[in-house]
């Protein structure tokens, strides 16, 4: 990270002042020393305003999370990643004309830098996509991903290629995206999902088996091994599986509904009911 030489000089300045105040007056300079920290503190409102967000959403305190999120980036200090987190927040949430407003006035900002742009481009792509635009979605992550690298990036456009239908390019992207983070829980269902759609079956398998006992947090991978065992004649642990999918909260940003894993659910019960 590289020395900021304004912050700097403004520390010696403010240090000298402190040493000086203290060695005439020292009550006049614990009094300055208050004085700094309220000034610091109503000038972090908006990371204070987040971070309150922030423990609110974990909570599942989502309308005071989004409250939180709103005073935080209506603050001229407001950060790009706090005005980003709030559109990604307001997405979820189902708000995407709200989402895109607030992101694309961000976007018109000048000083942004390249993680901040491209975290802001990432999020507007997950808008693009919930607006049905895939082919805009798609072509928005591949953008940043001309110069600019994470795992959340890997996760979304890889995502991303399997609802446009281009499973040749996810198969590609989805490999290279595992080797960049071996550990990520999506980027391992990405894959299995792509090998389920090209109907390899076997390959999708041998990545879930091993991805269900990590235990991830999503619906996807239980769905899709459901469906296997399903159609491998293991019934009773597809409907495991499948009720384990159907437990979690249907999420916005992804195509797998309640109703589909319902649905699973239901003709499964129904054929046992038969025999």
Known sequence: MKNNPKLLITLLVIAILLFIT?????????????????????????????????????????????????????????????????????????????????????????????????????????????EGNIALAVSTLEEVFQEFKNSTLYESLGYLLIVQGDLDKALSFNNEALEYNESSTIIKDNLAQTYYHRNELEKAEDIYSKLIPENPTFAEPYYYYGLILKEKGSIDKALEMLKTAASFKESFLTDLTKEEIQNQIEIIEKSKAVV
Do not use: D
């Not at 607030?102 to 507007?124: D, F, G, H, Y």
């Open 22 to 130: 203290f060695n005439t007056n020292p009550f006049l300079g614990i009094a300055l020393i208050l004085l700094f920290v309220l000034y610091k503190l109503y000038n972090s409102r908006s990371f204070i305003y987040a971070l309150i967000g922030n423990g609110h959403f974990s909570k599942g305190n989502k309308e005071q999370a989004l409250h939180w999120f709103q005073r935080a980036s209506s603050l001229k200090s407001s950060s790009p990643r706090v005005i980003t987190s709030y559109g990604y927040l307001l997405l979820k949430e189902k708000e995407v004309e709200k989402s895109k407003e607030i992101l694309e006035a961000l976007q018109r900002r000048e000083a942004l830098n390249l993680q901040e742009r491209s975290q802001l481009k990432m999020t507007l792509a997950l808008v693009y996509w919930k």
